[in-house]
């Protein structure tokens, strides 16, 4: 288990160092910035100024290299070209606020798929099920953005119950602080979310019921209850825990498109606005910390697999 | 086969309860009823028993008409801007118009055609890629097998729409280049899929005497191990098809979906989505609901093949 631990960590490091090096790839071949940042008017002075103090004239590799010495001996992510302030600023004020959008629509879609996909299997082909069944295809189906929208017309537009905007603010306080602007974001990513859980969930309760321990909890008289609660439940949650980490990316990228919707002051409006206005070490940073919070949620449920599963040994 | 049709029936029971008789139970007398047909007729015949993969197919058709053919027969301009700005659906814009006074039917006509053929286009391609990425990967194992792997990883790590993002803020969005970038990011799936099964394939026999027959491993791959895969990639290639069309509407609603005059149902949904406030709800509606059934039509359909291929493995 702990040579295990070990081996997955020093993998994940190298998926992070590789990540690293996509992004450059990627970022050399984009426009160079120098003349959208400084300006139109701008003379070429300056123009060669900024070139030459942020290494753009240099070659990929001598970038690469300056870029991990920042890093790792300066514990820096740079500097924003069009904000006066470094990229690290603005991911320790912005991740945290994504963080809660991310989490609190994650766990409420958990809370809602598990007992439900239980349910479906339980009912199984019932009318019940093919209703539940029906809603998730068809959530499932929903650009997130569309359902973002839906909703904005159907519970702001129309019936006003909630802003049609999210809370605004520079911490995480502060958006707490204006509960009612965030149910429609959040409702928005839970929903998304839901529609591939419940799925998986019903197929996975399904198979566990044709267990033999199912049949043996039955058997030794136990309460139906008992049997999905105890039994049932507890088992069906280890695929949940991986499928959490698989997931992770395709739930960072709904949570970009919810924040752009909503307005939502995290780091995936700060990636959008920094790469329409190039300012590429903003969109790096927040992609190497996205990319590092996936790896990150991957070793985590792999090492919770493990842990969960007295029958997983490594 | 008439024989197949005969059995026709009892055929259909025993896909309807394929563990009718309990582990350890009777076995019916005469033996097991096994199809006479071809395993591609078993296939078939079991994804038209499906009624979601029928109405998966039957949506996917309309949808390909109405892209497709329904310009034939419904005439509009759909490039030139007109002072009829934001009409309601009524005489002669059955679905009303757009804000540069373009004819919605119109271009959610030749919208449809660019969003299903990046779509199915772009899902090929990457499945292609992959199959052959982790067919590769699987068949040499060793070294190769870990770096492969490895990148496999790497770019799983990143969120797909901010690798699509960089890519598309390189380029102005194209067809083309809406394809290559699409398949670029949706490769992965497959080819893990297909590594895994490679990894099982390669230590059968016939691909030994394959090998030890003198067929190169280029030959190997790609007319044995492959071929043999068929099944999972098929399916992967349905889904891919789905989860394409809908990067591509997210891209839209991002801007970085087709420029005007050209579009794609993305780009049109997000395009009415501006004007949400105003009560031009036909510039959402169809749109939307056109991106949700081609959504839904691909998934039906994988759902429905892999349930058949599934039928054809417990077969076996």
Redesign the interface.
Known sequence: MVGYTIRRII?SI???L??LV??FI??S???DPARAIVGVHASPAVVHAFIVQNDLNKPFYVQFWHYLYQIIGQRSLGNSYKLNESVGSIISRDAPKSLLLVGVALLISIVVAVPIGIFQAVRRNKASDQVVTGVS??L???????LG??L??FLS?YIHLFPAEAPQGSTVGQILAQPLGLVLPIATLALVNFAGYSRFMRSSAIESLAQDFIRTARAKGLSERAVLFKHMLRNSLIPIVTLIGLTL??V??AG??TE??FNFPGIGSD??TA??SQDYPT?LGI?LI??IA??LG?LLADIAYAALDPRVRY | MSITEDLNPELEGEFAAPFANPPGGPIPDGGDVTGSGSAARLIVRTFFDNKLGILGISILVLLLLFSFAGPLFYHSDTIVATYNINLPPGPGHPFGTDPSGRDVLGRLMIGGQDSLIIGIISALVSTIIGALWGAISGFFGGVVDTVLM??V???????????L???E??YHPTVLLLIITISVVSWLTAARLVRGETLSLRTREYVRAVRIMGGGRLRTILRHIIPNTIGVIVVQATFSV?NAI?LL??LG???FGLAPPAADW?SM??GG?SY??DGYWWL?YPA?VL???A??AF?FIGDAVRDALEVRLQRR
């Open positions: 993998q190298v998926v992070v590789g990540v996509i992004m990627l970022q071949l984009l426009p295809f068809i499932y189906a929903m650009p997130t953005f569309f929208e839906l904005i017309l537009e990316p395709a960072l990228t970009l498109i752009v919707l990636y959008i790469l329409t969109a992609t996205v990319a996936t790896v991957n | 490895r990148i990883d790497i770019l799983l790590a990143i969120p797909t729409i901010f690798i993002l960089y890519l803020t390189i789905a809908l509407a997210t609603f991002l801007g993305g949904l997000s989505v949400i406030y959402i939307g991106i949700v059934l959504v839904l998934n």
